[in-house]
Nanobody, 124 residues
Framework: QVQLVDSGGGLVQAGGSLRLSCAASGRTFSSVGMGWFRQAPEKPREFVAGISWDGGMTSYTDSVKGRFTISRDNAKNSVYLQMDSLKPEDTAVYFC?????????????????WGQGTQVTVSS
């Protein structure tokens, strides 16, 4: 089992940038896909970005393509989400998650471990 701690959220103006980090512990981190999800008030949790076990494959929800970049450093047991050109509609609690397999899907049920979440607020 992988334990995850999210960080890096905050308050930023529209058009600004933030970099989220997720520190993982556990022997299986480098062999599983990782994902970032977000949840706004009164909305379901939604997939934002995913990355395969080796970083070779990435995927993004359409609304963040070209603005967000997911990456990982297996030597540091960490995964990151660089968020640029932020918009007010990006406001949410962001969670990193460890997949059950080598590749990350878009479905929350396919992830076995979750971080505690970090708040991102984008003001207009």
């Amino acid at each position: 089992q992988v334990q995850l701690v999210d960080s890096g959220g905050g308050l930023v103006q529209a058009g600004g940038s933030l970099r989220l980090s997720c520190a993982a512990s556990g022997r299986t981190f480098s062999s599983v896909g990782m994902g970032w999800f977000r949840q706004a008030p009164e909305k379901p949790r939604e997939f934002v970005a995913g990355i395969s076990w080796d970083g070779g494959m990435t995927s993004y929800t359409d609304s963040v393509k070209g603005r967000f970049t997911i990456s990982r450093d297996n030597a540091k047991n960490s995964v990151y989400l660089q968020m640029d050109s932020l918009k007010p509609e990006d406001t949410a609690v962001y969670f990193c998650a460890a997949a059950r397999r080598m590749y990350a899907s878009t479905w929350p049920a396919d992830f076995s471990s979750w971080g505690q979440g970090t708040q991102v607020t984008v003001s207009s």
